[in-house]
């Protein structure tokens, strides 16, 4: 198995635009997770999807924050519009059935917000 | 709500000497406490784990302990050499959440 997929690796944008970042779990995999990770947060919880269904989005920091899980294979995170303190790296995680056992981490999406 | 906090955010040993990162936690309904490394530039990796009906468990040179009572749990780390140079996180997990501490930056000094 290729592990899990992020894409990009590194995003650039302007302030205001969208940006849509992009996963695919391990195959089999039944749990997917999105963090964010900066100096000053560490690794930041935004929202965890159970057989492709939002369980928890506490995480999310705003509105301008969303997250789908249309199939067991892929899930993307939107931000519109973007603003400078969004930069940060986003890691996508997966699990077999939950947060309780071994999370495969992807290798995350560099995002600068100009 | 659920928390988790990591000491010290960073640590320098001498190479050869052991290193120990401490959390606590909040909620004591939590049962599952991996261990993260993540090197620079790179993902984090599970290196070890324990749930809480174990108070000590050993994977060569590191280690966990848990003590539920006070809702604390540390990474042991002995015989330091260069390549344990990383930041190291804890967790902890609520059903299905899982929350991280803020990280130890880990320096092996030569």
């Known amino acids: 198995d290729a592990g899990v997929i992020q894409s990009p690796r590194h995003e650039v944008t302007e302030m205001g635009q969208e940006v849509t970042l992009r996963c695919k779990p391990i195959?089999?995999?039944?749990?997917l997770f999105w963090y964010r990770q900066t100096m000053m947060r560490g690794l930041e919880l935004l929202i965890y999807?159970?057989?492709?269904?939002?369980?928890?989005d506490s995480g999310m920091p705003e509105d301008r924050f969303s997250a789908k899980m249309p199939n067991a294979s892929f899930s993307t995170l939107k931000i519109q519009p973007s603003e400078p303190r969004d930069s940060a790296v986003y890691f996508c995680?997966?699990?077999?059935?939950?947060?309780?056992?071994?999370?495969?981490f992807g290798s995350g999406t560099q995002l600068s917000v100009l | 709500g659920e928390n988790v906090e990591q000491h010290p955010s960073t640590l320098s040993v001498q190479e050869g000497d052991s290193a120990v990162i401490k959390c606590t936690y909040s909620?004591?309904?939590?049962?599952?406490f991996p261990w993260y490394k993540q090197e620079l530039g790179k993902r984090p990796q599970l290196i070890i784990d324990?749930?809480?009906?174990?108070g000590e468990k050993k994977d060569q040179r590191i280690a966990v302990t848990l003590n539920k009572t006070a809702k604390h749990f540390s990474l042991h780390i002995t015989e330091t050499q260069p390549e344990d140079s990383a930041v190291y996180f804890c967790?902890?997990?609520?059903?299905?959440?899982?929350?991280f501490g803020k990280g130890t930056r880990l320096h092996i000094l030569p």
């Open positions: 995680a997966s699990s077999l059935t939950g947060g309780d056992e071994k999370l495969f």
């Open positions: 195959s089999g995999h039944n749990s």
């Open positions: 999807f159970n057989n492709n269904v939002p369980i928890d």
């Open positions: 909620d004591s309904a939590s049962n599952y």
């Open positions: 324990i749930r809480s009906n174990v």
């Open positions: 967790a902890a997990s609520w059903g299905d959440k899982i929350i």
